[in-house]
Every structure is written in structure tokens, then in C-alpha cells.
């Protein structure tokens, strides 16, 4: 391509057209035709202010200090570059010979580079932030549903950016930082883009991982270049996703060395609230590891408010099936409402997941609309695994998983805390299950009682306490339920302070806030440790004892249902309902689950 010879322009033109933001280009260098040390400019202007054909080179001298306008090209954004020093002519042989070395050298760098290499260095340190402007995401306030509480809370945090005057004649600031924290799937990057479709500010959006690489200093110099060009397009929303990849407590070092992903905390920590300020600049952030993110982190300053985004309650779970039900063919015998009450403890992610599974249902069966029965097969099939036909049974293997599986719903039909067994089958689902029994809360439940404890233990033994009655052994069926029952005995041991012996202590450390990560022993006593186990051990013997002593008192109970559910492989609706209304509970059902009688 042929090169414009540059145009003269008179210095007075030059700073005229940098004024009205013409320019789109400037090279500050020297003039090697004179004697190397006068100053010369060298720009382009911006298309709609160029010529019509070409982009032509403009070329001046100038008077005086250029500080003043270099500074004012930087605050239009304008790409200023320092050309470098001409050489003197004895350097110029040099240059030559050693260019021949560098030829080979920059031509492996380059081909490593598009092999996957590490890239230029002038690169390597700038933020990776996705930019967007309104409604570019898709989402607004309007499509997040079941979590009102928070999404009030960033609303004001638009409405402020929108309208700041009504909050400053108050004397109000808004929160420099805004944290979203709850379980994984409960909407907390989806408000963010909402937030982004709504703000009509710029909406600077970043994961936490893509600030730390391998290479020390990048993470810093990306937290800099993120926040930089946020202030160059104040006021502007900063979104960090997954913020503990960057935020986690410091000193967590073996060596005790200052590691990359420290220095990159030290520079967020610095960027949010330091001495240069960053004001017009609101910064959102979201992680299910709250516990984990450095103190300094989450102090008044940085981020100044914490908004739980949790899981939703049953008018939350409708609200979010009749925002995923819009754009799907639903029919008439369909209630979500029925669907919300069945789908407890159900994030707004399982629920999407939900509604899709139903609809592919349906169209797998050449459907015109999707059913109610699409739903239920949907939420057994999030529950407990898609469906085995094909896993061919024993007749005694069957008989076994009838008897277990009766044994489970006559025992949960007498326990308290409301869980009503709504469906037994002995289908094979998922990975290892041979059979299931369905229990669907009534109401949303935020605490569990000391008897209903006791209850869900029984209820878990109660298969395997099927199997002990009518065969005399057990089998490996319920290797799961003992896994889940073990479990929950010892947080009620070690968490929740259910036992007398011990008293109100916990003896547990929970790991993860929002995440089932389990929990630590704390460091105890051999008496104590052994105490701890003796407690466990009474509880499920208690439970078992109690699954016993109701399977016998109901055993004509238990051959009846068991051959239907033989016969039909599933029981429910009023068939199974008039079942389990005749179990009758033993006379000292009340009092054990009080904890006043033990059974072992």
C-alpha cells in the first residue's frame, strides 16, 4: 500500500483540531533530516474529518511545551506514541549486522506466540473485561424473579447512578462495593446482567480467575488496566464473578513468600479504597465462598454491602417457573403453583433446568403442549435419575426393593415434620438406585426439631428394618441410607448439641457457608472422641429399633402393600394415601421421638 506523503500544517491548526476532537492519532518524535533534535508531530485525524479517499498524514512543529495538549489528547483517548531517537550514523552499521541475529530469534518468538505461547508482554498485562452497554445482555430486572430482596438493593444501586442528585442533596453515598453471596444456581451473575441491561452506564464484566496467571506482576497490572479504564468511563459498573479466585485470605503461603494471586488482592484492595480514589466507579461482585475472601476485602470501604441471593420460597419458585414458562407451550392441566409446593429446596438454576427437562419430554413423546405428567416425570427425574428400564431384576431382587421400599413409607407415614410420601416405585433410576420412595415437603421448612431428627432417622432405617423382619438379613440396598443417616446423627451430635451427654457443644467446624463441604472435627479428648461416637451409635440404634418396632406392629400392612407394589411396580395418589392411612404407631412412638425412651 502506497504511503501519503505527509502534509504541512501550521501548529495553530493542529492544536485547533486537537480542541474540537478531530484527531485520531499522534507520533511526538524527532526530525532526523536537521540535526536530530528539533521536535516534530506527526498525526491522522478521524475519518469523518479526514479526506474523503485515503487517510491522509498531517505533519507540524511545535511552539512551545506540548505537555498541555498531550494531556488533552489523552483525556479524548487518543492514541499518543514517542517515536524513538534517531541513531547516529556509527550506530547504523551496527544495527545492521546485529539485525541479521534478531531475525531468527523474533521470527521463534512469533510462531511460539500462535503456538500457544505466552504472547507479547504489552498484551499479557490488560484486563480481559467484556464490555457492555445497555440491554446488550439480554436481561433486565423484569426476568429475575424470586430473589425481590436483592434485586431491590441493586436497583437502588442503578437508580443512584441514574438519578445520584436526589442521594447527594441527602448527604448519602452509595456503597463503593456490593457483594452477592448465596448457593451456587440462585441467580447471582444473572442479576448482574440484569444490572448491566439496565444501569445504562458502561458495565465493565470480569471473572475472578482471569486475573492471576503464572507469570508475576499480570494479575496486578490487569486489576490497574480494569480499573483504569473504568474511571475513563466513570460512572461505570465493575462486575467480578467468582471473586474468590482472586479474594481469598492472605497468608495462606506455606512458604510464607508473597505469592502472584496476593499481589493481585493487594492491588484490588488498593484500586477500591486507596489514595487515588475511584469515584463514580461501583464495583459488584459474586461468590458462594464468603468465608474464604481476605477481611479487608469485605470491610466498610471496599465492599460495603453483602446481599444474599438464596434459595426461593415457594412464591419465589412460582414466580421463577412462570418467568422460564413464557416462551413454552404449556397445557391446560398444568399448575405451577402444584409445581412450586413439590420443588422445595430448588434453586432458580434447578428450576430452569426443570422446566426444560419437561419440554423435552414432551416433544420426545410428539406432544402439542407440555403436561403436568411431563412435569412430574421431570422432577423424579432431577430427583432421583433418569428412569432404567432396561436394568432387568431378579424376582428375588425385586421382592427385596418392594419390601425395602414399603418399609421406607410406612415408617415416614408416622413421623412428624410434614414430608408426605406421595410415590413408591421400584423402576431402577440413575446410577445405583433400584428403587425409590418419593417424600415431597408441604410447606418450606427453615429449622428441623429434635423429633423430627429422630423421625428422618427412622424413616432412612426403615428399609433396611423392612428386610431384617422378613428375610432375617439385610443386603447392600441400603448402603446409601446408612451413609445418609450416619451423617445426620453426627450433626446432631457434633452441630446441633442433641445430646444429653454432651451438652450444647460443637465439636464440628463447618467448612463452606453455601457449599456441602462437609464439616472438621475440632480438636478433642479421646474421651471425648469416644463419647461423640458412643452418642452416634445410640441415635441410629434408637432409630433402627423404633423402624422395628413399627414394621411389626404393621406387618399385615406391610404384605399388602408390597404385593401391589409388585404387581403395578408404582403406588401412588389416593391408592397409596389409603394405604398409609392405616398404619397405626406403637404406643411409645411420642415419647421416644421426645427423647424420654430408648428402645435400644
Known amino acids: 500500500m502506497k504511503t501519503e506523503t505527509p502534509v504541512q500544517s501550521a501548529y495553530s491548526t493542529f492544536v485547533e483540531q486537537v480542541n474540537n476532537a478531530q484527531v485520531q492519532r499522534v507520533t511526538i518524535g524527532r526530525d532526523s533530516r536537521r540535526d536530530g533534535k528539533a521536535e516534530r508531530i506527526d498525526y491522522i485525524l478521524k475519518p469523518e474529518f479526514g479526506p474523503k479517499l485515503g487517510r491522509q498524514r498531517y505533519t507540524t512543529r511545535p511552539v512551545g511545551s506540548t505537555d498541555e495538549v498531550v494531556n488533552q489528547l489523552k483525556r479524548q483517548g487518543v492514541q499518543v506514541t514517542l517515536a524513538p531517537e ?21 521470527a521463534l518468538a512469533a510462531k511460539f506466540s500462535r503456538a500457544g505461547g505466552v504472547g507479547t508482554a504489552a498484551s499479557m498485562g490488560k484486563s480481559k473485561a467484556r464490555s457492555y452497554g445497555k440491554s446488550k445482555t439480554g436481561v433486565i430486572f423484569a426476568d429475575v424473579a424470586g430473589v425481590d430482596e436483592a434485586k431491590q438493593e441493586l436497583q437502588e444501586v442503578v437508580d443512584f447512578l441514574a438519578n445520584g442528585d436526589k442521594y447527594r442533596q441527602l448527604g448519602a453515598k452509595i456503597p463503593k462495593g456490593v457483594l452477592l453471596v448465596g448457593p451456587p444456581g440462585t441467580g447471582k451473575t444473572l442479576l448482574a446482567k ?37 474511571k475513563r468511563q466513570a460512572p461505570c459498573i465493575v462486575f467480578i464473578d467468582e471473586l474468590d479466585a482472586v479474594g481469598k485470605t492472605r497468608g495462606g503461603n506455606p512458604t510464607g513468600g508473597n505469592d502472584e494471586r496476593e499481589q493481585t488482592l493487594n492491588q484490588l484492595l488498593t484500586e477500591m479504597d486507596g489514595f487515588s480514589g475511584n469515584d463514580g466507579v461501583i464495583v459488584i461482585a459474586a461468590t458462594n465462598r ?4 481476605d477481611p479487608a476485602l469485605r470491610r466498610p470501604g471496599r465492599f460495603d454491602r453483602q446481599v444474599l441471593v438464596d434459595r426461593p420460597d415457594k412464591s419465589g419458585r412460582l414466580e421463577i417457573l412462570q418467568v422460564h414458562g413464557r416462551g413454552v ?94 410415590k413408591i416405585s421400584i423402576v431402577p433410576r440413575g446410577l445405583g438406585a433400584l428403587g425409590y ?19 428422618q432417622l427412622a424413616t432412612l432405617l426403615g428399609g433396611r428394618a423392612a428386610e431384617e423382619i422378613v428375610f432375617g438379613k439385610v ?43 462437609g464439616s472438621d472435627r475440632r480438636t478433642t479428648s479421646p474421651e471425648v472422641a469416644t463419647e461423640i461416637d458412643r452418642q452416634v451409635k445410640l441415635l441410629l440404634n434408637n432409630a433402627r429399633s423404633m423402624a422395628i418396632e413399627i414394621l411389626r406392629l404393621n406387618r399385615g400392612l406391610l404384605e399388602s402393600a408390597t404385593q401391589a407394589l409388585l404387581e403395578t411396580e408404582v403406588l401412588d395418589g389416593a391408592q397409596l394415601k389409603a394405604m398409609l392411612a392405616q398404619a397405626q404407631a406403637p404406643a411409645e412412638l411420642q415419647t421416644w421421638l421426645a427423647g424420654g425412651y430408648s428402645v435400644v
Open 290 to 293: 464468603p468465608e474464604t475472601l
Open 475 to 517: 443386603s447392600t440396598g441400603a448402603s446409601d441410607d446408612i451413609q445418609k443417616a450416619t451423617d445426620l446423627a453426627e450433626k446432631a451430635v457434633t452441630e446441633y448439641g442433641m445430646s444429653v451427654s454432651l451438652g450444647p457443644v460443637a465439636f464440628a467446624k463447618a467448612n463452606a457457608q453455601f457449599l456441602d463441604g
Open 194 to 230: 440484569a444490572i448491566a441491561g439496565e444501569a445504562g452506564v458502561p458495565f465493565l464484566s470480569m471473572a475472578g480467575s482471569e486475573f492471576v496467571e503464572m507469570f508475576v506482576g499480570v494479575g496486578a497490572s490487569r486489576v490497574r488496566d480494569l480499573f483504569n479504564k473504568a
Open 437 to 455: 420412595t418419593l417424600q415431597m415437603p408441604e410447606n418450606d421448612r427453615y429449622l428441623m426439631l429434635e423429633d423430627e431428627l429422630r423421625g
Open 329 to 422: 407451550a404449556l397445557g391446560e392441566d398444568v399448575n405451577l403453583a402444584d409445581i412450586a409446593a413439590q420443588t422445595a429446596g430448588f434453586a432458580g438454576a434447578d428450576l430452569a433446568n426443570l422446566v426444560n427437562e419437561a419440554a423435552l419430554m414432551a416433544a420426545r413423546n410428539n406432544r402439542q403442549a407440555v403436561l403436568m405428567a411431563d412435569f412430574n416425570e421431570a422432577i423424579e427425574r432431577v430427583i432421583a435419575g433418569l428412569e432404567k428400564r432396561s436394568r432387568v431384576l431378579t424376582a428375588a431382587e425385586r421382592q427385596t426393593v418392594a419390601y425395602h421400599e414399603v418399609g421406607h413409607a410406612l415408617v415416614g407415614a408416622l413421623m412428624p415434620g410434614g414430608n408426605r410420601v406421595t
Open 86 to 106: 534517531p541513531l547516529p550514523a556509527a550506530g547504523i552499521a551496527g544495527l545492521i549486522i546485529s539485525s541479521g541475529m534478531l531475525v531468527g530469534a523474533l
